[in-house]
């Protein structure tokens, strides 16, 4: 702080002389709100009382003129003896903060200071009030005195502390130059005086230092609505910096914390721009995507019909590629970016109808699915309850099938799945689990786990990474399936029937199995016996290439972005997001319960079933589970061909090893999956 020695000429012959400390104003003011808080007043010295301190410094009374440090004169600072009275600090003595300043009685001069007294900033006063309250167990009857001393600590760690670049002797911003000493005073919250005092904030901010940013902010939306329509709930500076802990704009907690700070009078908006990609990552802790400021402007936001608005349709180009610029790792925008709905909602048909379509697509989708299975597995686990309860046992094959007496299968397998079968399931689900545990984040950025979880997969750009080199072993295997299954149909064309027992291709049999399974579900009849497939395993097989053709398609259309924009407008990005996020949450949730149920969680079947790590069943099992290709393999004389050894003990040891490590990483998908979908509901 600059220091001044003066004289002051009084029409009484005297002279001052004396070193004004500005900190020692900014002192003066915290003393007196420790009084407001609750701290004891203090005396004023012997002969000099706040009003002798006033007959001199008060306002409108002759101006005390100084020389300066550059040797100009300039005036003391005067005192509004009226504001001073309804301030906060109204109850306390001058000296209570000047405590340099003493009386001279014994001479002609007025006061005196002393050079060796220690003045006290506001940040110390404050804080040794604080510190005696928690001694004298006060502390909770003074939470307002805690205030304080919490932003003493931020306003400490913030931009305003630091030492100024031009004087290093005092800091950017002093606690007196935003709350005047001499009139501090914040009305309550609820007081018809807050807005008042609201409107002022900017005012403060802008004429004390930031002058610039004060006049771009008058011209905005949000400066129209606090200096033209006298609007105190419009944003004010102390909105988006914070009052106290006022941070550097250019770093990421900035930009994190202002950005949700929109979201406090923007909700709509904040809820549609987190559902976003832009949003998600934003939500997650990472501040490299656009956010609020990025397209809407800072100081200078305008209403979007303004022209000058950088969301204006004529502007949105020119905003985009301020980002996207084919600079780094983002490609030049191209012309669909323009078109895209960063706020665009599936509640608002008129405005959005691509986004309202897709969604009621994908719930009728979801419930019908769900509504289905679900309810299909419940009745299943009932039955198998009830005829455990009645000790019924499940027949493995009806005693009169031929080909069963004397059987010398004992002992041995029957060869189910080949190895490339079950390579191909492995990968398969490997990269299944791996695109959802990249994927979940994203799909649920609030959730408690989303930050840390993203954070030990490497951020954002390492998970989208792994993400994507999934999504293509996930394609490379699915379409891999596709040409196995085109060549061997082209091998044996002649034989094939595409309805046929060997077929995957559901039929008129399938609905009759289904029909006989709902009667022996309700005790109507005998629990039914099955082909090489059962219908819910066709259900199983034929999924994927709905599933793989939605997520895959709308996930290649976002990745492919720029492509994607050149051809297709910006709609297309927020229909597609739908459609990816939405089928692979029903993926995900379908096969950690239906199929971990139907393969694995069904009493006849728990806790695992290896039949897809191993390759093969016991004949037994075989027989009860596939009755009808048993007996018509045995009628043939082609069941040899099928009957292998039981797999090795280390082979069935590892396969129950795996089996059981995936369906605990699906189950811990699916908790997390559940954490999120209930959290956002």
Not at 37 to 45: D, F, I, K, T, Y
Not at 162 to 190: G, L, Y
Not at 591 to 610: G, I
Request: hydrophobic share 40%; with cysteine; proline share 6%.
């Amino acid at each position: 702080m600059k220091r001044f020695a003066f004289r002051v000429p009084f029409s009484v012959p005297f002279r001052v002389a004396c070193r004004l400390d500005l900190r020692a104003a900014t002192t003066a003011v915290l003393a007196l709100l420790l009084v407001g808080l609750g701290g004891p007043a203090v005396a004023a010295a012997p002969g000099l009382d706040n009003a002798k301190c006033l007959s001199c410094h008060g306002a409108g009374r002759a101006a005390i003129a100084v020389p300066g440090a550059d040797g100009e004169s300039r005036e003391l600072h005067a005192v509004p003896a009226d504001a001073f009275a309804s301030g906060a600090h109204a109850k306390m003595d001058c000296v209570a903060c000047h405590t340099e300043i003493s009386d001279n009685a014994e001479t002609d001069n007025a006061h005196r200071r002393d050079p060796a007294q220690k003045v006290k900033d506001c940040a110390s006063c404050h804080e040794e009030l604080w510190e005696r309250a928690k001694q004298q167990g006060a502390a909770k009857d003074k939470p307002r005195l805690g205030v304080v001393v919490d932003n003493i600590a931020a306003y400490k760690e913030s931009f305003h502390a630091r030492k100024n670049a031009d004087d290093p002797t005092r800091p950017n911003a002093s606690c007196d130059e935003c709350h005047s000493s001499h009139s501090f005073n914040v009305p309550p919250k609820d007081s018809p005086q807050y807005a008042e005092w609201r409107l002022g904030v900017p005012e403060t901010c802008g004429k004390s230092c930031h002058e610039e940013s004060l006049e771009t902010f008058t011209e905005s939306i949000h400066g129209e609505a606090i200096f033209q329509k006298k609007d105190a709930k419009a944003a004010v500076c102390s909105d988006c910096h914070s009052a106290h802990a006022v941070g550097n704009t250019s770093l990421a907690p900035f930009k994190l914390a202002v950005t949700a700070e929109c979201g406090n009078c923007h909700e709509e908006n904040f809820k549609s721009y987190k559902a976003t990609y832009h949003g998600q990552i934003n939500t997650l802790g990472y501040a490299y995507t656009a956010k609020c400021f990025d397209c809407h402007g800072s100081h200078d936001v305008l209403a979007v019909k303004n022209p000058d608005a950088k969301v204006h349709p004529d502007n949105r180009m020119k905003t985009c590629k301020e980002c996207h610029n084919g600079k780094k790792d983002l490609p030049e925008a191209p012309p669909g970016f323009a078109s895209y709905q960063p706020h665009g909602h599936t509640g608002d048909f008129e405005r959005y109808p691509q986004m309202w379509l897709a969604n009621q697509l994908m719930v009728q989708l979801l419930v019908g699915t769900f509504g289905f299975f679900w309810l299909h597995t419940l009745l299943w686990f009932w039955r198998e309850l009830r005829d455990r309860q009645q000790g019924k046992v499940r027949p493995h094959v009806r005693a009169d099938a031929p080909g069963l007496a004397g059987d010398s299968h004992a002992g041995k397998h029957f060869r189910r799945f080949s190895a490339t079968w079950r390579a191909a399931h492995l990968i398969f689900a490997l990269s299944l689990m791996i695109l959802t545990l990249t994927g979940l984040p994203l799909f649920y950025p609030d959730a408690p786990w989303a930050a840390p979880l993203m954070k030990g997969l490497g951020g954002p750009q390492v998970a989208g990474t792994i993400h994507r080199i999934n999504a293509v072993i996930f394609a490379a295997v699915f379409f891999w399936h596709l040409a196995y299954v085109a060549l061997r149909l082209a091998r044996d064309w002649k034989e094939f029937r595409i309805f046929g027992p060997t077929s995957l291709v559901p039929g008129l049999q399938d609905g009759k199995d289904f029909l006989a399974m709902l009667k022996w579900f309700f005790g109507k009849g005998e629990r039914p016996v099955f082909d090489r497939w059962t219908y819910w395993e066709k259900f199983d097989y034929w999924a994927p290439f709905w599933g793989v053709t939605i997520i895959g398609v709308s996930g290649l259309l976002m990745w492919a972005s720029t492509i994607t924009a050149t051809f297709l407008p910006g709609w297309v990005f927020n229909v597609a997001a739908i459609f990816h996020s939405e089928e692979a949450f029903l993926a995900v949730v379908f096969l950690f319960t239906v199929h971990f149920f139907n393969n694995h969680f069904r009493p006849d079947k728990f806790p695992l079933e290896v039949v897809m790590f191993t390759g093969s069943m016991s004949v037994e099992e075989y027989r009860r589970e596939h009755a009808l290709e048993y007996e018509r393999l045995m009628k043939s004389g082609e069941l040899e061909k099928y009957i292998v050894d039981a797999p090795s003990r280390p082979m069935a040891l590892g396969s129950k090893i795996l089996g059981f490590t995936l369906i605990a990483a699906g189950l811990t998908l699916l908790t997390l999956v559940a954490i999120g979908f209930f959290g956002s509901h």
